[in-house]
T-cell receptor
Framework: GQQLNQSPQSMFIQEGEDVSMNCTSS?????WLWYKQEPGEGPVLLIA?????ELTSNGRLTAQFGITRKDSFLNISASIPSDVGIYFC???????????FGQGTTLQVKP | DAGITQSPRHKVTETGTPVTLRCHQT?????MYWYRQDPGHGLRLIHY???????DKGEVSDGYSVSRSKTEDFLLTLESATSSQTSVYFC?????????????FGSGTRLTVV
């Protein structure tokens, strides 16, 4: 089946540092989504990308939809302790409405 | 609050017993999904529904069944629980077939099979 490879698996950074994570696939996606999950909660949508090459920001978060439609990345600038959590990429193909998720990137921020 | 609740939030059950998890939504969304989350695997789709009594299998459906008799409720049943089904289960809803704006997730059910 389709798979998304998300990296890195985990990151431990100092407060104030920038963070970058990415997702790649052998399949083409029409939509890329980035979610954040905090402990004990379900994932919450951060950014949605709909066109190849699209660059979208949400506060300190910036995400891009790769030109090949097979990858996406998420950057977090000037990290703060509340950025801690698991970040998931997700891709949508065709008209099925079924999202395929990456394995997640666990982010820890040291104050 | 997106109006999606899962129950119970936590459950411990014995191997071989049937277990039913409930997802309830107040958004009148047509599309509902059950995922399981395990370390190193992200979220994997178990079953989904595109309307009342319309359901289909996801990538990890073995050992699970679902039912949707009303728009607002989507039930996940583990027919005979096994230790490999110890996981966190998430329900999600979507208002469009293309899930254009992504899914909205519930807070999850942590299931432990002993």
């Amino acid at each position: 089946g389709q798979q998304l490879n998300q990296s890195p698996q985990s990151m431990f950074i100092q407060e104030g540092e920038d963070v970058s994570m990415n997702c790649t696939s052998s399949s083409i996606f029409n939509t890329w989504l980035w979610y954040k999950q905090e402990p004990g909660e379900g994932p919450v949508l951060l950014i949605a990308l709909y066109k190849a090459g699209e660059l979208t920001s949400n506060g300190r978060l910036t995400a891009q939809f790769g030109i090949t439609r097979k990858d996406s990345f998420l950057n977090i600038s000037a990290s703060i302790p509340s950025d801690v959590g698991i970040y998931f990429c997700a891709g949508l193909t065709g008209n099925t409405g079924k999202l395929i998720f990456g394995q997640g990137t666990t982010l820890q921020v040291k104050p | 609050d997106a109006g999606i609740t899962q129950s119970p939030r936590h459950k411990v059950t014995e191997t071989g017993t049937p277990v039913t998890l409930r997802c309830h939504q107040t958004e009148n969304h047509r599309y509902m999904y059950w995922y399981r989350q395990d370390p190193g695997h992200g979220l994997r789709l178990i079953h989904y529904s595109y309307g009342v009594k319309d359901t289909d299998k996801g990538e990890v459906s073995d050992g699970y069944s679902v039912s949707r008799s009303k728009t607002e409720d989507f039930l996940l049943t583990l027919e005979s629980a096994t230790s490999s089904q110890t996981s966190v289960y998430f329900c999600a809803i979507s208002g469009s077939p293309q899930a254009t704006y992504g899914y909205t997730f519930g807070s999850g059910t942590r299931l432990t099979v002993v």
